[in-house]
Each structure stands twice: as structure tokens, then as C-alpha cells.
């Protein structure tokens, strides 16, 4: 076999399937430069994804959904949250009566499958199974059960719809066992600072079972988790509020040192013989930014110069020349 053969069919093998074979055209192998990682991320000018999900949640093993992998959901309801962030889904749980209208406003912002809360809790029994029938037809991809909810409650949900049923437990015991014989498809684990203890046991008894948990506060928390079994972790973001906060502390530090730099400017002119050109802040990067803002000078403009070049006294010509086209007659006849 050549040289050629045996490097094309060492191409199949993993270890080099990260490498690109680049030839002359005479058929000789050329040179063997190893490939980038992957394509380019792709981000616009000013939308971003500036709520990123922290790193250690990519060492889940994820579970399938429709195709689709998922190990990060993004714990909110917050429509300008949900749609800045990079979460494989959104697990959109609140503390009341759950109601179809607040369902259809995050399915219209969520890009990402939308996991729904529908009760367990003060919601019970019929309405549920129909909030749950409800926000299946809407679009979402999953529901989910509050600790509460007994293991026939689950039965009437499974029942009822055809998209995965989540339900929410704070320990492994019987009901739990019930409730996962009764068809919840996955398991989500809000045990607290029991939660890794409480999916070792889950994951001992059900090996299959998909396991939702809380990533924790700090990545050590993260990785007990993951070591635990969790296959997907939930992640609180800061809220609105708190970005808003720190945005504005960055504001007002920079205008700070814009003032300063000015008056350094004035003070050097005044001292100087000839005019000092005024001190230009340097323009942030918006890609450094935890925030989607835009500084000033990021969207172009038309400049003055091409707005005086446009002649103002020429009169406007209409292209039908007083005469409108005529329209077809699409009455009784026409038709």
C-alpha cells in the first residue's frame, strides 16, 4: 500500500480526524496541518449570550430529549434572562398557580426547550392534568411536579399528556420509587445540602433514570453533583436587578475617569503654548462586557458630510407622474 493510501486511511482513525491533508494536485501528500477545534462561534455586533452557564456544567453526560442534548437548564421566568443566555433549556418553575398566559409569554422568548411548571403544590389533581394538556399544545417541552404532588397525581399527568413529566423530590424513599412506577420520566432532586447524597441512592436504584439537580453555589458543589449522577444541572442566574447594579457602578466609573482626563487635558493646554487636542477614552471591547450594552461609537452613523452632499431644494418627482396605475376591478365580473 503507498504512502497516500496509508494516509487516507489513517484519516478514518479518531486520533486523526482533527487533521486536514492538503495536496498539490499531482496526487503526492502534501503537508499535514492540524485543524482548528471547531468553526468559529458566531456572535452579532451587539446581541450576545451574556449569561453563560458556568463551565462545569459541560462535564454532565446530559440526557436526549427529542433528539436533542441537554445538561444545563436556566432556573427563570425572567423573559429578558431567558433570552440572553446559553442554557440547553429553561426550567421555568414559580412560586404560584400556574397559568397558561405566563407559559405562551416564555415560549415566545425561549429559544431553548421550555420545561413549565404546572403544580403539585396548591395546584392538584384535574387542573393540573389539564394545565399539563394545556402547555403541551403551547409548545413546551416538558412539565414539572412540586415535591407535593402524590404518586397518582403523577399517573393522572402521564396520562394525560405525551411530553416528559419532571418530577421534583427532597429524598429517596417509597413515594419516590411510586412516583417514578407511576411514569416520571425524569427525577429532579431538591434535597438541598443532601442533594448528591440522595442521587447516589437514586442512581443506584434507577441506573437509566435522567437526574435533574441544583449545580450548587461554588464549583465544588458542582462537581459532587456530577460525580454523584446528576445528567443535567440547574442554574440559578444573577438577577436582573444585580446586572443592572454593576452595570451602572461601570457607568459611573467611567465617566470618573473621563472627567479626570479632561481636566488633565485643560490643565496641560493652559500651561502649554499651543492647544492641546482633547483626551479620547479608549472604547471598551463589548466582547469583555458581562452585559450586552452599547458604548458609544459601536453603531455607524451617516456623518454630516454625507448629509450636506444630499441637495435639500430639488423637488420630489413621482414616478407615475400624477397618474396612479390602475388597479384591477375584482368585483362581481372581475372575478
Not at 491533508?21 to 499531482?26: K, L
Not at 458566531?42 to 451574556?50: D, Q, V
Not at 453563560?52 to 436556566?74: A, D, H, N
Not at 409548545?139 to 421534583?168: C, F, H, K, Y
Request: aromatic share 4%.
Amino acid at each position: 500500500m503507498s504512502d497516500q493510501s496509508n494516509a487516507i486511511a489513517g484519516a478514518d482513525q479518531p486520533s486523526a480526524r482533527r487533521s486536514i491533508i492538503f495536496t498539490d494536485g499531482t496526487g503526492d501528500i502534501g503537508e499535514v496541518v492540524p485543524a482548528a477545534d471547531g468553526p468559529c462561534p458566531i456572535e452579532g455586533r451587539l446581541r450576545k449570550a451574556p449569561l453563560r452557564v458556568p463551565e462545569g456544567y459541560g462535564k454532565c453526560t446530559g440526557f436526549t430529549l427529542f433528539g436533542r442534548r441537554i445538561r444545563s437548564l436556566l432556573y427563570s421566568t425572567d423573559v429578558a434572562v431567558i433570552r440572553n443566555s446559553n442554557a440547553d433549556a429553561i426550567f421555568a418553575v414559580y412560586p404560584f398557580t400556574a397559568q397558561p398566559a405566563i407559559t405562551q409569554a416564555l415560549l415566545t422568548v425561549a429559544e431553548a426547550p421550555l420545561f413549565v411548571g404546572v403544580g403539585g403544590g396548591t395546584t392538584t389533581g384535574r387542573r393540573a392534568a389539564e394545565l399539563a394538556a394545556v402547555s403541551e399544545m403551547q409548545g413546551a417541552a416538558g412539565v414539572v411536579l412540586n415535591s407535593p404532588a402524590t404518586p397518582d397525581m403523577v399517573a393522572q399527568v402521564v396520562s394525560t399528556v405525551d411530553i416528559p413529566v419532571v418530577a421534583s423530590i427532597t429524598r429517596f424513599d417509597e413515594v419516590t420509587r411510586q412516583k417514578v412506577e407511576a411514569g416520571a420520566r425524569i427525577i429532579n432532586v431538591a434535597a438541598g445540602r443532601n442533594t448528591a447524597a440522595v442521587i447516589r441512592e437514586l442512581r443506584e436504584a434507577y441506573p437509566n433514570l435522567p437526574i435533574l439537580a441544583t449545580g450548587g453555589k461554588t464549583p465544588e458543589v458542582t462537581g459532587a453533583t456530577v460525580e454523584a449522577g446528576a445528567n443535567a444541572l440547574i442554574w440559578a442566574p444573577p438577577s436582573i436587578t444585580e446586572l443592572q447594579r454593576d452595570m451602572m457602578v461601570r457607568y459611573r466609573e467611567r465617566e470618573a475617569v473621563e472627567a479626570v482626563d479632561t481636566e488633565d487635558a485643560g490643565a496641560a493646554a493652559g500651561a502649554g503654548t499651543t492647544e492641546a487636542e482633547p483626551a479620547v477614552p479608549p472604547m471598551p471591547d463589548i466582547t469583555d462586557m458581562p452585559v450586552a450594552d452599547v458604548p458609544a461609537g459601536v453603531v455607524d452613523t451617516v456623518p454630516p458630510e454625507a448629509e450636506a452632499a444630499v441637495p435639500a431644494d430639488k423637488p420630489f418627482v413621482s414616478p407615475f407622474k400624477s397618474r396612479l396605475p390602475r388597479l384591477p376591478f375584482l368585483g362581481r365580473h372581475g372575478r
